[in-house]
Structure formats: structure tokens, C-alpha cells
T-cell receptor, first 110, second 112 residues
Framework: QQPVQSPQAVILREGEDAVINCSSSKALYSVHWYRQKHGEAPVFLMILLKGGEQKGHDKISASFNEKKQQSSLYLTASQLSYSGTYFCGTDSGGYQKVTFGTGTKLQVIP | NAGVTQTPKFRVLKTGQSMTLLCAQD?????MYWYRQDPGMGLRLIHY???????AKGEVPDGYNVSRLKKQNFLLGLESAAPSQTSVYFC???????????FGSGTRLTVV
């Protein structure tokens, strides 16, 4: 079953922050986050593992609440380059068979 | 430094025709995957492979077959194309559990 992402779409001004949420009805082993720009392939951002720590690089970070089967992606001080569709992907069995959500379209405007 | 290469990039098929999509990776990854992407539905797993000579069904396998005869290649076949198979197909690979996917650039397939 697909994880549920929210919001479906968001518009930000440069410098603003955003949070994208991902929730699953199944117990999770890991959560992946990807960004896809229009007409391009998805690009891996980070993976969060069960029992692992919150991750992040630059101004993008993520958390994973195993008990609630939820993950959140945090984008701070957004830049124009952050525009795109963000997908979370969940792995319930630890076999790296990832099920993706339907995406959150993020647009950063000047 | 190619990563994951998909061929062809675009294709138009008539209903009932067959074709094979090729995915090649040069990173020595064990795991390979085929996903399809349709508007509003995200990426859905068609088939995957956990090593040379192995294949397994994903979420939407009907109408597709795959083969992984060599570790670096993963082929997706459509035996009798249908308009419902119009989609963008992405191949991906990774080192295994705990690593993220590297995606190919995609194949845009239209079945008329």
C-alpha cells in the first residue's frame, strides 16, 4: 500500500521553510526521500533507517518516527533550486523493495 | 561515470507490438528495479532483481516480463503492448538494503 504524503502541493517564497510529511499503514524498516524535477529522473536525497538518527545535509533534513510509521522532510531557507516534486518511499520488509507515495509538488518563487 | 543508462529514451508502439527496454548499470550494483510513472500515481514497481539470474514481481507486473542474465543489465519486455502501458519507465539500481536508488533517465513509451 502506498504511503500517504501531505501536502500535495506547496508554494514558497525564497527563504521560507517547508515540511513534507509521509505516513504509512505498515511497520517500516526504512524511508527514502527523492526529488524529481520536471522531465528528469528522481534523485536520491537521503535514507532513514529503523533505529537510526535524524539525517540532513545543507538545509534539508528528515526525521523518522518508527512508532507512528511517519517521516518528515524539512526544507529550511528554501532556494529556487529546491523546486520539484518530492517523493517518499517506504520499505516494510528490509528487502529494499520501495513503495513510493504520490509526491508533493513544491514550487519556490522569488 | 555513466551510472544507469536506459535505452531507448522515447518509443511509440502500436497496440499488440512487442518491445524490450534495456537498462545497464556500471556501478556493480546487486539490486535492480523497473518502475513506471503515471500522472498522479507516483512510481509503481513492476519487477525487480536482487542479483544476476534472479527476478521477482512487484506491484504491477501484469503484461511485463524481465530478465537479468548479466549483473549489469536488466531487461523489461512488453510482449503485446496495450494503451494502458503508455507511461514513463524508470530503471533503478542500488547496492542493497540501507542505500538509495540511482535512477536512469527514463523511457517515455506511448502505445497507440
Amino acid at each position: 500500500q502506498q504511503p500517504v504524503q501531505s501536502p500535495q502541493a506547496v508554494i514558497l517564497r525564497e527563504g521560507e521553510d517547508a515540511v513534507i510529511n509521509c505516513s504509512s499503514s505498515k511497520a517500516l524498516y526504512s524511508v527514502h526521500w527523492y526529488r524529481q524535477k520536471h522531465g528528469e529522473a528522481p534523485v536520491f536525497l537521503m535514507i532513514l533507517l529503523k533505529g537510526g538518527e535524524q539525517k540532513g545535509h545543507d538545509k534539508i533534513s528528515a526525521s523518522f518516527n518508527e512508532k507512528k510509521q511517519q517521516s518528515s522532510l524539512y526544507l529550511t531557507a528554501s532556494q529556487l533550486s529546491y523546486s520539484g516534486t518530492y517523493f517518499c518511499g517506504t520499505d516494510s520488509g528490509g528487502y529494499q523493495k520501495v513503495t513510493f507515495g504520490t509526491g508533493t509538488k513544491l514550487q519556490v518563487i522569488p | 561515470n555513466a551510472g544507469v543508462t536506459q535505452t531507448p529514451k522515447f518509443r511509440v508502439l502500436k497496440t499488440g507490438q512487442s518491445m524490450t527496454l534495456l537498462c545497464a548499470q556500471d556501478m556493480n550494483h546487486e539490486y535492480m528495479y523497473w518502475y513506471r510513472q503515471d500522472p498522479g500515481m507516483g512510481l509503481r514497481l513492476i519487477h525487480y532483481s536482487v542479483g544476476e539470474g534472479t527476478t521477482a514481481k512487484g506491484e504491477v507486473p501484469d503484461g511485463y516480463n524481465v530478465s537479468r542474465l548479466k549483473k549489469q543489465n536488466f531487461l523489461l519486455g512488453l510482449e503485446s503492448a496495450a494503451p494502458s502501458q503508455t507511461s514513463v519507465y524508470f530503471c533503478a539500481s542500488d547496492q542493497g538494503t540501507d542505500y538509495g536508488y540511482t535512477f536512469g533517465s527514463g523511457t517515455r513509451l506511448t502505445v497507440v
